[in-house]
């Protein structure tokens, strides 16, 4: 099982895709989406939000792999990321634009692993598209399916 858990708004750029994604997933992914914190307080918000994932990983994905989306984290390939993600529930965090205090979340979860898509910044919406497609290719792929229809 794959979580997506995002502080997130919209996904209305793409929420097609995303959702076209999910259909294909089935019942192997869940996106959770939590609401922003509207402030002009930058540290607050980051402060809010991350108590927020963390309450949320707590209750509902505590035994869950947790992965950080951040872009100090370490890439892979496809076929990498395809041998990584096998035989666990895994939730993926994606911050918001002033992102998370990742210190509060390495001290709630010192397991908690990081991925990145390289050196570049993407948009929330745009992150969860290709992370949602990198889970369908890697699914496709540790099934043996052809990924191309």
């Given at each position: 099982m794959f979580v997506i858990l995002s502080v997130?708004?919209?996904d209305k750029h793409f929420s097609w895709a995303i959702?076209?994604?999910e259909k294909r997933l089935a019942k192997e992914v869940k996106?959770?989406?939590l609401k922003p914190y509207r402030w002009d307080n930058q540290a607050f918000v980051i402060e809010k939000e991350t108590e927020s994932i963390i309450s949320i990983l707590k209750k509902k994905y505590n035994w869950y792999q947790k992965i950080l989306l951040i872009k100090?984290?370490?890439a892979y390939d496809t076929m990498e990321f395809a041998s990584m993600i096998k035989g666990k529930n895994f939730v993926f965090i994606i911050g918001w634009p002033y992102w998370v205090n990742?210190?509060?979340l390495k001290d709630a979860f010192p397991d908690m692993k990081e991925f990145s898509f390289w050196a570049i910044t993407?948009?929330?919406w745009l992150a969860k598209l290709t992370l949602i497609e990198q889970?369908?290719?890697s699914t496709t792929i540790r099934n043996w399916k052809k990924y191309h229809y």
């Open positions: 997130s708004d919209s959702q076209e994604y996106i959770e989406n100090e984290g370490k990742e210190k509060l993407l948009p929330h889970l369908y290719r």
